[in-house]
């Protein structure tokens, strides 16, 4: 494929990547909160028990946009700081990023597969939810990877070998925890079928633990 040859025009298609990516990041997160429907109780009836009954009812959904919001959220401050340090493209970083993406947006879907069936305990919504999480992971590290790669010249400044870490770490740290949450769940569904509300906060140590790294760390 021929690129067009201006530089400028390299840095236009490269923000459109950009662009195009922060749109699906808002979008996967609007779609999320769909799930969340307002309770429909004939108005001859309501009463704040009832009203009460209903909101009830809804925290398992709750409780999956909560944790889905937060780790869509994690992913996209990963690719926001990783394409930070982006200078160019090829072809293979287009759909590394396209796949990267794809699993983003089906996020809403085994979302709400996940919390709709999450008291009937059974393997199929939440082994869906967790691979799903794991393949978000896989594809950023790849992506890392790729545009780390010296030869292709394709990123500056990620020379902090503790910053390269950071981001490994922090993809590699989801995508085990949540295999680890599946194989848990085969075991022991009624102990692990909470477990992912526990993943935000444990990434909340991670990240302060790499930041100390970072700023510590030899360039």
Known sequence: MHYPPSEH???FQLDRIIFFSDAIFAIAITILVLELKIPQVPHDQVTNQILTEKLVDLIPKFAGFIVSFFIIGLF???????????????????????????????????TGFYSEYI???ENTPFIMYCANIVMIGVFNMLILHHITDPARHLSQGLENK?????????????SCLFVLI?????????MTVYFPILVPLIMVPVRKYFARKIETGNV
């Open 9 to 11: 025009k390299r840095k």
């Open 76 to 110: 996209w401050t990963i690719h926001h700081r990783i394409f930070g340090y982006v200078t160019d493209y090829d072809d293979r970083l287009v759909w590394l990023n396209l796949m990267y993406l794809f699993f983003i947006v089906i996020m809403p879907f085994t």
């Open 119 to 121: 008291f009937n305990l």
């Open 162 to 174: 503790y910053l390269r870490r950071y981001f490994y770490f922090r993809s590699a740290t989801l």
């Open 182 to 190: 599946a194989i848990g769940y085969l075991i022991s569904p009624e």
